[in-house]
């Protein structure tokens, strides 16, 4: 049996399995619902990136992890040791990292509205790079690098006018977006006029990034090309000459049998081919890369157990199957329509004849994993595994209805490891002050 998330197997008890961990046994120690995430997976993508850059562009590159698709101590350490960098979109992302121990010289500070107080935290802190989105931002950085008397290092955020064919929520490359100086109508070109002037801050290169969960390479040679004819116009330009060229994340994963996302080594050899041309064009240095992934780091990786808490037919319009957790733990469907994929953790080889709504327990109707999903004839207490929910649902999770986060377990080594614990009521009252 193939499962869209590789590490996932029936094991001899007839149980789904994560990297030879028993995913009922999981359930049943660590209860549910129940975010379980496997170690290895995750450093098998770390080198796969790692590997394409060095196979396609002379290792003169660097990923680094996009950490708001999974941001926990764990993950921070673990990406650390696989020689990855790190970008961070707020001081909490921030100080997670630096609590961690993560290098601050390889964390980059993205976000299109960074506060004043998370500038100077980033800046006393010597991070690596600050991603700036506009130029009133660009002001703030000067002004705060002044006072610290600190050159900040910077690369600019550029929007290339791609329109990526994904949701509308997750696309970032098109005009219309908040992020970025947009090329088209000269902002970017304004944007870069003024660092240029900008006393107490240095120009490393430029970012882009053109949205999420995109399958095809093309969009993404398309904004390589775009930077790399850019980098060349500044060159000309302003004489000033930029190492890094940072392409941003976006690559997509399987959530369902439907998708069908590109080969990681595909996407490096694609766009490197793309900034070797246009750098012989415009005769510019081959810049260092920097490649942004996010979701195609974990998401595959993970998945979501709960159990099975009532079951309503409305005989020819929907059954309802409702879980112990739901938009608390994965606003993904609320959010964006999004599809998944379920299994049952204690019957996966069961024939998935049954089409089934699968609720969370919130006072939403919006509230759902899925509509009209495929599953077994599942039975009230019943263990389910929503897969590949490795990315943006922990980290996007909430405490809507007073419901307390599920814990994250992680595989490794073949054993179930508590990375972060269950909320308990308690955690959840820390603020109150009455
Ligand atoms: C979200 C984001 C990423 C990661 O995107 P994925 O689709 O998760 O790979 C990378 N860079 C920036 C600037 C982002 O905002």
Not at 139 to 147: D, K, L, M, Q, Y
Not at 182 to 191: N, Y
Not at 284 to 304: H, N, Q
Request: charged share 25%.
């Amino acid at each position: 049996m193939q499962f869209i998330m590789d590490c996932l197997n029936v094991n001899e008890n007839g149980n789904l399995e994560m990297s030879g961990c028993d995913l009922v046994k999981i359930a049943k120690e660590f209860g549910t619902p129940a975010y379980v995430v496997d170690d290895a997976t995750i450093r098998n993508n770390c080198k796969k990136y790692n590997d394409s850059i060095k196979k396609y562009y002379d290792g003169n590159g660097r990923a680094i992890y996009a950490s708001k698709a999974l941001s926990c101590k764990y993950m921070y350490k673990l990406v650390n040791e696989e020689g990855f960098g790190i970008d961070v979109v707020s001081g909490g992302e921030l100080y997670a990292a630096l609590s961690a121990g993560f290098p601050a010289d390889k964390i980059y500070f993205h976000g299109n509205n960074k506060t004043p107080d998370e500038l100077k935290y980033a800046l006393e802190n010597n991070i690596g790079r600050i991603m700036v989105d506009n130029a009133l931002e660009l002001s703030r950085i000067n002004e705060i690098a002044g006072e610290l008397k600190i050159k900040a290092n910077i690369i600019i955020r550029i929007t290339p006018g791609i329109d990526a064919s994904t949701h509308d929520f997750i696309k970032t490359g098109q005009i219309d977006s908040k992020f970025g100086a947009v090329l088209e109508t000269g902002e970017a070109d304004d944007l870069v006029a003024l660092a240029v002037k900008a006393e107490n801050v240095c120009i490393k290169g430029f970012h882009c990034h053109i949205g999420s969960q995109i399958f095809d390479l093309e969009p993404f040679e398309h904004a390589a090309e775009v930077m790399m004819n850019f980098i060349g116009d500044v060159k000309e330009k302003y004489g000033i000459i930029t190492d890094e060229l940072d392409l941003g994340g976006g690559f997509g994963i399987r959530y369902t049998e439907d998708d069908n996302p590109s080969d990681l080594g595909e996407y490096m050899n694609a766009v490197s081919k793309v900034v070797k041309r246009v750098a012989k064009e415009r005769d510019v240095k081959l810049p260092f890369i920097i490649v942004e992934p996010g979701r195609s780091m974990v998401a595959e990786a993970g998945l979501t157990l709960y159990s099975v808490g009532t079951i309503k037919n409305i005989p020819n319009i929907r059954t309802y199957v409702s879980i112990d957790g739901g938009m608390t733990d994965n606003p993904r469907y609320i959010l964006y329509q999004s599809r998944y994929t379920a299994v049952s953790a204690e019957n996966p080889l069961a024939p998935q004849d049954k089409t089934v709504t699968i609720a969370g327990k919130c006072c939403e109707s919006g509230d759902l994993i899925g509509k009209d999903m495929p599953l077994n004839d599942v039975k009230v207490g019943e263990i389910i595994a929503i897969l590949s929910t490795g990315a943006y649902n922990y980290s996007m999770s909430s405490n809507y209805n007073r419901v307390p986060r599920p814990p994250i377990i992680m595989i490794k080594d073949g054993k179930p490891t508590v990375a972060v614990r269950r909320e308990t009521y308690d955690d959840m009252l820390k603020c109150d002050m009455f």
